[in-house]
Protein backbone atom coordinates (compact mmCIF):
# COMPACT_ATOMS: atom_id res chain seq x y z
CA UNK A 1 0.00 0.00 0.00
CA UNK A 2 1.19 3.62 -0.98
CA UNK A 3 2.38 5.31 2.35
CA UNK A 4 0.23 8.77 1.94
CA UNK A 5 0.97 10.44 5.94
CA UNK A 6 4.28 12.28 4.74
CA UNK A 7 1.67 13.95 2.22
CA UNK A 8 -0.90 14.42 4.38
CA UNK A 9 0.99 16.55 7.06
CA UNK A 10 2.83 18.87 4.08
CA UNK A 11 -0.41 19.47 2.98
CA UNK A 12 -1.98 20.02 5.87
CA UNK A 13 0.88 22.16 7.30
CA UNK A 14 0.58 24.02 3.94
CA UNK A 15 -3.11 24.91 4.74
CA UNK A 16 -2.67 26.01 8.30
CA UNK A 17 -0.36 28.61 7.39
CA UNK A 18 -1.50 30.02 4.27
CA UNK A 19 -5.21 30.24 6.23
CA UNK A 20 -3.26 32.03 8.99
CA UNK A 21 -1.47 34.66 7.55
CA UNK A 22 -3.06 34.94 4.15
CA UNK A 23 -6.93 34.37 5.12
CA UNK A 24 -8.08 38.00 4.02
CA UNK A 25 -5.46 38.01 0.73
CA UNK A 26 -6.77 34.98 -0.14
CA UNK A 27 -10.02 36.61 -1.89
CA UNK A 28 -9.88 37.54 -5.10
CA UNK A 29 -6.89 37.44 -7.90
CA UNK A 30 -4.21 36.89 -5.41
CA UNK A 31 -6.58 33.75 -4.15
CA UNK A 32 -6.57 33.13 -7.46
CA UNK A 33 -2.99 32.71 -7.01
CA UNK A 34 -2.61 30.85 -4.16
CA UNK A 35 -5.10 28.77 -5.20
CA UNK A 36 -3.09 27.60 -7.73
CA UNK A 37 0.17 27.34 -5.83
CA UNK A 38 -1.92 25.23 -3.59
CA UNK A 39 -2.57 22.96 -6.05
CA UNK A 40 0.74 22.51 -7.26
CA UNK A 41 1.89 22.01 -4.22
CA UNK A 42 -0.96 18.57 -3.69
CA UNK A 43 -0.32 18.08 -7.06
CA UNK A 44 3.37 17.21 -6.13
CA UNK A 45 2.72 15.83 -3.11
CA UNK A 46 -0.32 13.15 -3.49
CA UNK A 47 0.65 10.26 -5.10
CA UNK A 48 -1.08 9.76 -8.83
CA UNK A 49 -4.96 8.25 -8.74
CA UNK A 50 -5.09 4.22 -9.77
CA UNK A 51 -3.66 1.82 -8.56
CA UNK A 52 -0.52 1.16 -7.28
CA UNK A 53 0.89 -1.07 -9.60
CA UNK A 54 -0.48 -1.95 -12.88
CA UNK A 55 -2.70 -4.73 -13.49
CA UNK A 56 -3.00 -5.43 -9.49
CA UNK A 57 -5.99 -6.92 -7.64
CA UNK A 58 -6.83 -5.34 -4.75
CA UNK A 59 -5.91 -7.42 -1.45
CA UNK A 60 -5.92 -6.00 2.08
CA UNK A 61 -3.23 -7.39 4.42
CA UNK A 62 -3.46 -10.73 3.58
CA UNK A 63 -6.79 -11.22 2.89
CA UNK A 64 -6.99 -11.00 -1.11
CA UNK A 65 -9.73 -10.27 -3.68
CA UNK A 66 -10.77 -10.49 -6.85
CA UNK A 67 -11.62 -6.81 -7.66
CA UNK A 68 -9.43 -5.25 -9.68
CA UNK A 69 -9.18 -2.08 -9.34
CA UNK A 70 -9.36 0.53 -12.67
CA UNK A 71 -9.38 3.74 -10.99
CA UNK A 72 -8.92 5.59 -8.15
CA UNK A 73 -6.82 5.65 -4.51
CA UNK A 74 -9.63 6.32 -2.11
CA UNK A 75 -8.59 9.82 -1.68
CA UNK A 76 -9.56 11.37 -5.10
CA UNK A 77 -13.24 11.58 -6.05
CA UNK A 78 -15.01 12.22 -9.24
CA UNK A 79 -17.02 15.26 -9.57
CA UNK A 80 -20.63 15.39 -11.10
CA UNK A 81 -18.33 17.32 -14.28
CA UNK A 82 -16.02 14.77 -14.50
CA UNK A 83 -18.02 11.87 -14.38
CA UNK A 84 -19.72 11.09 -17.95
CA UNK A 85 -21.94 8.76 -18.88
CA UNK A 86 -23.89 8.48 -22.12
CA UNK A 87 -26.30 5.69 -22.78
CA UNK A 88 -28.08 4.37 -25.78
CA UNK A 89 -31.25 1.52 -26.15
CA UNK A 90 -29.03 -0.59 -28.41
CA UNK A 91 -27.33 -3.56 -27.09
CA UNK A 92 -24.60 -5.58 -27.88
CA UNK A 93 -24.61 -8.49 -30.14
CA UNK A 94 -23.37 -11.44 -28.24
CA UNK A 95 -22.01 -14.45 -29.44
CA UNK A 96 -24.78 -17.94 -29.32
CA UNK A 97 -24.41 -19.18 -26.54
CA UNK A 98 -24.42 -15.92 -24.51
CA UNK A 99 -28.10 -15.21 -26.45
CA UNK A 100 -28.79 -18.81 -25.74
CA UNK A 101 -28.40 -18.29 -21.88
CA UNK A 102 -30.04 -15.44 -22.32
CA UNK A 103 -33.14 -16.13 -23.72
CA UNK A 104 -32.95 -19.83 -21.46
CA UNK A 105 -33.12 -17.19 -18.17
CA UNK A 106 -36.25 -15.03 -20.13
CA UNK A 107 -38.27 -17.89 -21.11
CA UNK A 108 -37.53 -19.36 -17.24
CA UNK A 109 -38.58 -15.87 -15.29
CA UNK A 110 -41.76 -15.72 -17.72
CA UNK A 111 -42.88 -19.46 -16.50
CA UNK A 112 -41.99 -18.22 -12.85
CA UNK A 113 -44.48 -14.83 -12.96
CA UNK A 114 -47.01 -17.04 -14.78
CA UNK A 115 -47.11 -19.51 -11.61
CA UNK A 116 -47.61 -16.33 -9.19
CA UNK A 117 -44.40 -15.73 -8.44
CA UNK A 118 -44.35 -11.46 -8.50
CA UNK A 119 -41.29 -11.13 -7.38
CA UNK A 120 -39.55 -12.15 -10.40
CA UNK A 121 -39.24 -9.23 -12.40
CA UNK A 122 -37.27 -8.61 -15.41
CA UNK A 123 -35.78 -4.86 -14.79
CA UNK A 124 -33.91 -2.76 -16.84
CA UNK A 125 -29.94 -1.68 -15.90
CA UNK A 126 -26.85 -0.83 -18.22
CA UNK A 127 -24.34 -2.67 -19.41
CA UNK A 128 -20.90 -1.31 -19.73
CA UNK A 129 -20.11 -0.26 -23.74
CA UNK A 130 -16.43 1.28 -23.10
CA UNK A 131 -14.31 3.67 -20.73
CA UNK A 132 -12.35 6.34 -21.28
CA UNK A 133 -10.29 7.64 -18.19
CA UNK A 134 -9.07 11.57 -18.19
CA UNK A 135 -7.40 13.60 -15.87
CA UNK A 136 -7.50 17.06 -15.23
CA UNK A 137 -3.60 18.62 -15.20
CA UNK A 138 -2.30 18.31 -12.39
CA UNK A 139 -3.71 14.27 -12.17
CA UNK A 140 -5.50 15.30 -8.60
CA UNK A 141 -9.00 14.48 -9.21
CA UNK A 142 -10.31 11.60 -10.95
CA UNK A 143 -12.12 12.17 -13.91
CA UNK A 144 -13.84 9.28 -16.71
CA UNK A 145 -16.11 8.68 -20.06
CA UNK A 146 -18.01 5.89 -20.09
CA UNK A 147 -20.86 4.71 -22.44
CA UNK A 148 -23.70 2.70 -21.18
CA UNK A 149 -26.20 0.72 -23.20
CA UNK A 150 -29.74 -1.38 -22.27
CA UNK A 151 -29.52 -4.31 -20.08
CA UNK A 152 -31.99 -6.59 -18.67
CA UNK A 153 -31.87 -7.89 -15.95
CA UNK A 154 -32.69 -11.70 -16.94
CA UNK A 155 -28.90 -10.95 -18.96
CA UNK A 156 -27.84 -10.28 -15.35
CA UNK A 157 -28.87 -13.77 -13.78
CA UNK A 158 -27.55 -15.39 -16.72
CA UNK A 159 -24.52 -13.90 -17.62
CA UNK A 160 -22.84 -12.33 -14.41
CA UNK A 161 -25.10 -15.00 -11.98
CA UNK A 162 -23.35 -18.01 -14.26
CA UNK A 163 -19.98 -16.67 -13.93
CA UNK A 164 -19.96 -16.68 -9.93
CA UNK A 165 -21.40 -20.33 -10.01
CA UNK A 166 -20.11 -22.23 -12.94
CA UNK A 167 -17.08 -24.55 -12.98
CA UNK A 168 -14.69 -22.03 -14.26
CA UNK A 169 -12.23 -25.19 -15.81
CA UNK A 170 -15.23 -26.74 -17.88
CA UNK A 171 -14.66 -26.25 -21.57
CA UNK A 172 -17.91 -24.56 -22.28
CA UNK A 173 -17.61 -22.02 -18.73
CA UNK A 174 -18.00 -18.38 -19.98
CA UNK A 175 -14.98 -17.57 -17.77
CA UNK A 176 -13.00 -20.12 -19.99
CA UNK A 177 -14.22 -19.31 -23.51
CA UNK A 178 -14.12 -14.87 -22.88
CA UNK A 179 -12.32 -14.22 -19.48
CA UNK A 180 -10.09 -16.71 -18.49
CA UNK A 181 -6.85 -14.64 -20.66
CA UNK A 182 -8.32 -11.11 -21.01
CA UNK A 183 -6.66 -8.53 -19.33
CA UNK A 184 -9.11 -6.67 -17.02
CA UNK A 185 -8.83 -3.16 -18.11
CA UNK A 186 -10.16 -4.85 -21.21
CA UNK A 187 -14.43 -3.89 -21.60
CA UNK A 188 -16.34 -7.09 -23.11
CA UNK A 189 -19.56 -5.23 -23.65
CA UNK A 190 -21.93 -8.75 -24.10
CA UNK A 191 -20.66 -9.68 -20.20
CA UNK A 192 -20.69 -6.02 -18.71
CA UNK A 193 -23.93 -6.38 -17.78
CA UNK A 194 -26.15 -3.90 -14.63
CA UNK A 195 -23.23 -1.55 -13.96
CA UNK A 196 -23.79 0.00 -10.27
CA UNK A 197 -22.54 1.41 -7.36
CA UNK A 198 -21.25 0.47 -4.06
CA UNK A 199 -21.49 2.73 -1.29
CA UNK A 200 -20.25 2.92 2.63
CA UNK A 201 -22.67 5.33 4.75
CA UNK A 202 -21.62 7.09 7.66
CA UNK A 203 -24.28 8.44 9.97
CA UNK A 204 -23.76 11.65 12.01
CA UNK A 205 -22.95 9.86 15.13
CA UNK A 206 -20.10 7.96 13.49
CA UNK A 207 -21.57 4.66 12.41
CA UNK A 208 -21.17 2.70 9.52
CA UNK A 209 -23.78 1.35 8.15
CA UNK A 210 -23.54 -2.81 6.90
CA UNK A 211 -26.19 -5.28 5.86
CA UNK A 212 -26.51 -8.99 6.16
CA UNK A 213 -27.64 -9.99 3.03
CA UNK A 214 -30.50 -12.96 2.88
CA UNK A 215 -30.34 -16.70 2.79
CA UNK A 216 -32.37 -16.26 -0.30
CA UNK A 217 -30.89 -14.02 -2.59
CA UNK A 218 -29.21 -15.38 -5.70
CA UNK A 219 -26.15 -13.80 -5.15
CA UNK A 220 -23.79 -13.79 -2.71
CA UNK A 221 -26.29 -15.70 -0.12
CA UNK A 222 -25.83 -14.68 3.71
CA UNK A 223 -22.94 -12.71 3.35
CA UNK A 224 -22.57 -8.79 4.66
CA UNK A 225 -21.90 -5.64 2.43
CA UNK A 226 -21.75 -2.17 2.96
CA UNK A 227 -24.94 -0.07 2.84
CA UNK A 228 -26.01 0.57 -0.84
CA UNK A 229 -25.55 -1.45 -3.47
CA UNK A 230 -27.09 -0.19 -6.50
CA UNK A 231 -27.41 -1.24 -10.09
CA UNK A 232 -27.70 2.20 -12.40
CA UNK A 233 -31.65 2.35 -13.37
CA UNK A 234 -31.63 4.38 -16.78
CA UNK A 235 -35.15 5.52 -16.52
CA UNK A 236 -34.56 6.94 -13.28
CA UNK A 237 -30.98 7.98 -13.29
CA UNK A 238 -31.02 9.73 -16.76
CA UNK A 239 -30.56 13.56 -17.34
CA UNK A 240 -32.14 14.19 -20.38
CA UNK A 241 -31.59 17.75 -20.68
CA UNK A 242 -28.79 17.30 -23.13
CA UNK A 243 -28.92 15.98 -26.89
CA UNK A 244 -27.69 12.55 -25.57
CA UNK A 245 -29.01 10.88 -23.07
CA UNK A 246 -26.64 10.75 -19.76
CA UNK A 247 -26.55 8.83 -16.48
CA UNK A 248 -26.34 10.89 -13.33
CA UNK A 249 -24.50 8.04 -10.98
CA UNK A 250 -24.87 10.73 -8.18
CA UNK A 251 -29.01 10.29 -8.96
CA UNK A 252 -28.21 6.26 -8.63
CA UNK A 253 -26.97 6.93 -4.81
CA UNK A 254 -29.36 9.10 -3.90
CA UNK A 255 -32.22 7.01 -5.10
CA UNK A 256 -30.62 4.25 -3.55
CA UNK A 257 -29.85 5.64 0.07
CA UNK A 258 -33.71 6.79 -0.07
CA UNK A 259 -35.39 3.51 -0.84
CA UNK A 260 -32.97 1.54 1.15
CA UNK A 261 -32.42 3.92 4.19
CA UNK A 262 -34.32 7.09 4.06
CA UNK A 263 -33.02 9.98 3.28
CA UNK A 264 -31.17 11.73 0.43
CA UNK A 265 -27.97 12.79 0.82
CA UNK A 266 -26.54 16.13 -0.94
CA UNK A 267 -23.73 15.83 -3.76
CA UNK A 268 -21.60 17.46 -1.63
CA UNK A 269 -22.12 14.39 1.34
CA UNK A 270 -21.03 12.25 -1.46
CA UNK A 271 -18.12 10.29 -2.34
CA UNK A 272 -16.85 8.99 -5.82
CA UNK A 273 -13.73 7.27 -5.15
CA UNK A 274 -13.13 4.94 -8.22
CA UNK A 275 -14.44 2.22 -10.03
CA UNK A 276 -13.65 -1.98 -10.40
CA UNK A 277 -14.47 -5.09 -11.57
CA UNK A 278 -14.82 -8.33 -9.72
CA UNK A 279 -13.49 -10.63 -11.86
CA UNK A 280 -15.66 -14.06 -9.75
CA UNK A 281 -18.61 -12.48 -11.53
CA UNK A 282 -17.58 -9.87 -14.42
CA UNK A 283 -19.27 -6.66 -12.50
CA UNK A 284 -18.07 -3.45 -12.58
CA UNK A 285 -19.10 -0.69 -10.03
CA UNK A 286 -18.30 2.44 -8.63
CA UNK A 287 -17.42 2.54 -5.11
CA UNK A 288 -18.80 5.58 -2.87
CA UNK A 289 -18.41 7.02 0.45
CA UNK A 290 -21.18 9.27 2.23
CA UNK A 291 -21.23 11.30 5.21
CA UNK A 292 -24.92 11.50 6.40
CA UNK A 293 -26.25 14.02 8.55
CA UNK A 294 -28.61 11.21 10.15
CA UNK A 295 -28.46 9.55 13.06
CA UNK A 296 -27.80 6.13 13.46
CA UNK A 297 -30.96 5.41 15.38
CA UNK A 298 -33.60 7.38 12.77
CA UNK A 299 -31.75 5.49 9.60
CA UNK A 300 -32.61 1.96 11.14
CA UNK A 301 -36.03 3.14 12.14
CA UNK A 302 -37.20 4.54 9.16
CA UNK A 303 -35.61 0.90 7.13
CA UNK A 304 -37.64 -1.25 9.66
CA UNK A 305 -41.02 0.92 9.39
CA UNK A 306 -41.56 0.02 6.01
CA UNK A 307 -42.54 -3.94 4.77
CA UNK A 308 -41.21 -6.34 6.76
CA UNK A 309 -40.79 -8.41 3.38
CA UNK A 310 -39.34 -5.70 0.96
CA UNK A 311 -35.78 -5.82 1.51
CA UNK A 312 -33.04 -9.18 0.99
CA UNK A 313 -30.59 -7.54 3.86
CA UNK A 314 -30.44 -6.79 7.00
CA UNK A 315 -29.21 -3.30 8.36
CA UNK A 316 -26.51 -3.44 11.10
CA UNK A 317 -23.94 -0.98 12.53
CA UNK A 318 -20.26 -0.92 13.41
CA UNK A 319 -18.63 1.95 15.40
CA UNK A 320 -16.53 4.12 12.94
CA UNK A 321 -13.36 3.13 14.63
CA UNK A 322 -10.51 1.18 13.04
CA UNK A 323 -10.19 -1.43 14.94
CA UNK A 324 -13.58 -2.39 15.00
CA UNK A 325 -13.99 -1.78 11.32
CA UNK A 326 -10.70 -4.06 10.38
CA UNK A 327 -11.78 -6.46 12.81
CA UNK A 328 -15.25 -6.92 11.06
CA UNK A 329 -13.63 -7.38 7.88
CA UNK A 330 -11.82 -10.20 9.51
CA UNK A 331 -14.02 -11.85 10.86
CA UNK A 332 -17.09 -11.45 7.79
CA UNK A 333 -17.03 -13.29 4.12
CA UNK A 334 -17.80 -10.20 1.71
CA UNK A 335 -17.48 -9.73 -2.03
CA UNK A 336 -14.19 -7.37 -2.89
CA UNK A 337 -16.05 -4.28 -3.22
CA UNK A 338 -17.26 -4.50 0.48
CA UNK A 339 -13.73 -4.59 1.59
CA UNK A 340 -12.43 -1.95 -0.70
CA UNK A 341 -15.54 0.41 0.36
CA UNK A 342 -15.04 -0.67 3.86
CA UNK A 343 -11.11 0.41 3.83
CA UNK A 344 -11.53 3.41 1.77
CA UNK A 345 -13.87 4.14 4.07
CA UNK A 346 -11.42 3.94 6.57
CA UNK A 347 -9.21 6.14 4.41
CA UNK A 348 -11.59 9.53 5.02
CA UNK A 349 -11.17 9.51 8.74
CA UNK A 350 -7.98 7.94 9.40
CA UNK A 351 -4.31 7.98 8.11
CA UNK A 352 -3.30 5.39 5.33
CA UNK A 353 -0.31 3.93 7.33
CA UNK A 354 -2.39 3.51 10.00
CA UNK A 355 -5.01 1.63 8.67
CA UNK A 356 -2.32 -0.79 6.33
CA UNK A 357 -0.73 -0.75 9.41
CA UNK A 358 -4.43 -2.37 11.76
CA UNK A 359 -4.56 -4.52 8.43
CA UNK A 360 -1.51 -5.86 8.94
CA UNK A 361 -2.00 -6.76 11.86
CA UNK A 362 -5.38 -8.08 11.89
CA UNK A 363 -5.76 -9.50 8.22
CA UNK A 364 -3.40 -12.41 8.79
CA UNK A 365 -3.43 -15.67 7.02
CA UNK A 366 -4.07 -17.89 9.87
CA UNK A 367 -7.28 -15.00 10.63
CA UNK A 368 -8.85 -14.84 7.23
CA UNK A 369 -8.30 -18.67 5.61
CA UNK A 370 -11.95 -18.84 6.01
CA UNK A 371 -12.94 -15.80 3.71
CA UNK A 372 -10.88 -16.83 1.02
Request: include cysteine.
Amino acid sequence: MLNYSLSDALIGLFSLVVGAFFGDFLKGFAGNFWSRFGTTVRSALTPKVGTKKKDEYFNLGALETSLFLIDGNGHAQYTPQSLKAKYSDGSPESPDDISDRILRKEMQMEKEREAGNLTIWDGIGVGLQNYNILRDQHEVNLAIDLNFYKSRYAAFQAVVGAIATEDRNLQGSIYSRYLKNINPRETIPFLARHVGVVAVVATSDQKLVVVRRSSRTGMRPSQHDVSIVEGIEPTKDADLSGSWTEIDVYKTIIRGCDEELGFKPTHEQIKILGLGVDMKYYQFNFVAFIQSQVRSDEMVSKRNGRAKDAWETQVELLNFELSEVVEFIATHKMWGFAVIGLYWALLQKFTRRAVDAKANQVLTTDRIGNLQ
